[in-house]
T-cell receptor, first 112, second 110 residues
Framework: NAGVTQTPKFQVLKTGQSMTLQCAQDMNHEYMSWYRQDPGMGLRLIHYSVGAGITDQGEVPNGYNVSRSTTEDFPLRLLSAAPSQTSVYFC???????????FGPGTRLTVL | GDSVTQMEGPVTLSEEAFLTINCTYTATGYPSLFWYVQYPGEGLQLLLKATKADDKGSNKGFEATYRKETTSFHLEKGSVQVSDSAVYFCALPTGGKLIFGQGTELSVKP
């Protein structure tokens, strides 16, 4: 049981490049979410999903897209990276709602 | 809207000292309340929870009591260890999302 996995662990992008952060869970959780963590800002919700085919915006969705084609996977796409997107990104999952979330190890992204 | 407020850090303590990290909330109704911990270089882990008023959550020597009269969920530990050095987050679910406090960094010195 791997829990929540995220790839890559580290990534450096140039402004304007696109990329996808991968997130997968093997616990059959319906609820999945993406957060970004910045110094002094705590965790801010980017997007979340309550099940396959259903996604919704969180607090800071601009510049990010998500999709949920399977229960297991919830990728986060950066369409055109900007320096303001330099952050640590965490994926999380849980049963039936945003309670007792299990977090992945994070992806540290730097945009130059 | 619903919100969570934590005491600001960083907090520096000596080993075996008593720890309190304050958390207060604003919410409609009586949601579950959580404390998460983030060790250096890792993701967050659930530390403890309380699902209703007057519940006490506990884990690894940490405790927190859900007090609706003071809308608080303060985290306490009687004797901290160096291994407790981490960032602690208070959180509550609202509107299909989990919202977090700003986090309190704890550093325990030997």
């Amino acid at each position: 049981n791997a829990g929540v996995t995220q790839t890559p662990k580290f990534q450096v992008l140039k402004t304007g490049q696109s990329m996808t952060l991968q997130c997968a869970q093997d616990m059959n959780h319906e609820y999945m979410s993406w957060y970004r963590q910045d110094p002094g800002m705590g965790l801010r919700l980017i997007h979340y999903s309550v099940g396959a085919g259903i996604t919704d915006q969180g607090e800071v969705p601009n510049g990010y897209n998500v999709s949920r084609s399977t229960t297991e996977d919830f990728p986060l796409r950066l369409l055109s990276a900007a320096p303001s997107q330099t952050s640590v990104y965490f994926c999380a999952s849980s049963w039936g709602g945003p309670n007792e979330q299990f977090f992945g190890p994070g992806t540290r992204l730097t945009v130059l | 809207g619903d919100s969570v407020t934590q005491m600001e850090g960083p907090v520096t303590l000596s080993e075996e000292a008593f720890l309190t990290i304050n958390c207060t909330y604003t919410a409609t109704g009586y949601p579950s309340l959580f404390w998460y911990v983030q060790y250096p270089g890792e993701g967050l882990q659930l530390l403890l929870k309380a699902t209703k008023a007057d519940d006490k959550g506990s884990n690894k020597g940490f405790e927190a009591t859900y007090r609706k009269e003071t809308t608080s969920f303060h985290l306490e530990k009687g004797s901290v260890q160096v291994s407790d050095s981490a960032v602690y987050f208070c959180a509550l679910p609202t509107g299909g999302k989990l919202i977090f406090g700003q986090g309190t960094e704890l550093s325990v010195k030997p």
